[in-house]
């Protein structure tokens, strides 16, 4: 079967030709639809993040997949299904995380990530996972579902933002968006039906596709290069809830800035080593004195991907297809992967 991988000691994607696995016992073999594209790819074809199968020459790609189960091999599901795999499974047999089905709070070491380090993706034409790590998502969204991956992980920071400030009655009014790449707008869109008025922070300027989903989602663009983070309260107002989405180091701090009073900031972009200076007593000051939060994200779990399948199926049709712009058959695979500011979202169709 076809698979879209990357070889020991390349950078490019490559198609080769391996052999259909075999679902063991309690595995599901699923034929694969639709494997979506995000900065985290990238990452692992250049070398900055992730490993390779432990004794493989390849890794297969791809995180944020969609697929019909081919073979339910005697498990609670139903061949035909459409369903959408996690992307943790365990490192070593036992780790209480895995066991209390919160495989995204396991620290490094305890898991590994298909697609992206110490085990294949989903970028071939079937694959089998174990029926637990798969979430069934209606018919209806079979063409999309591999946002649900990137939507899920939103969903996590949102819902670690949310419980940080259940102690007392928080209003989350004005929310914040730093980074307009697919996590930022799918996140932006989350939060157009929890907060009064959003805003949405990047570095580019008119006429450009993503700010133009910005304004048709009703929120308000910030043009880093004109508002810096830490003067948004002053040129807009002080936020309620702040997410980072950008990879950007210095938006880290910068959030603490942006915050009202008892607001949360949730910082989920992975940056590179950055020395610079801060502030530290004044923000450290701003934390406390304000009732103000900091946190990190990342990845998610089975809760959460529930909770993002609800959430792809209320976004307004417009919107997905926006987000979804370049779509590339197995053939045309090293289209998906040229970057383009025209390009939001890319995915490769294994199968219709
Ligand atoms: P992208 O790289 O596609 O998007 C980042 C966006 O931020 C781009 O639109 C970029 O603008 C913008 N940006 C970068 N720097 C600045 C700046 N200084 N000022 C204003 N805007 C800026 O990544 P994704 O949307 O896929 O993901 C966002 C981040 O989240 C990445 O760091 C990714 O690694 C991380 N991530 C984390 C997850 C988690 O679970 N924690 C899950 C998935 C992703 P431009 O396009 O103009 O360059
Ligand atoms: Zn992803």
New binding site residues.
Partial sequence: MDAIAVRQGKTRPELIDIERPEPDDGEVLVKTLRVGI???DFEVLSGSHGEFPEGSEYQILGHEAVGVVEAANGTALSEGEIVVPTVRRPKNTSSRFFENDEPDMAPPGEYVERGIAGAHGYMAEYFTTPASFLVSIPESLADVGFLVE?IS?AEKALELAQRSRSTFEWQDSAGLV???????LLTLAMLTDRCERTYC????ERPDP?IDIVDELGATYIN?QQTAVDEIPAAHEPMDLVFE????AK?AFSTIEALDSNGVGVL???PEDWEFTVNGGALHRQLVLQNKALLG???SNVRHYNRARNTLAEYPDWFVSSIMTTRCSVSEFADAFEQSPESIKSYIEFSA
Wanted: aromatic share 0%.
């Fill in positions: 995000d900065g985290t990137p992980n730093l980074g307009n790449g697919p996590l930022g922070l990047g570095r580019r993503t880093s989405a950008t990879g950007h938006h989920l972009g992975i994200s990342v990845n």
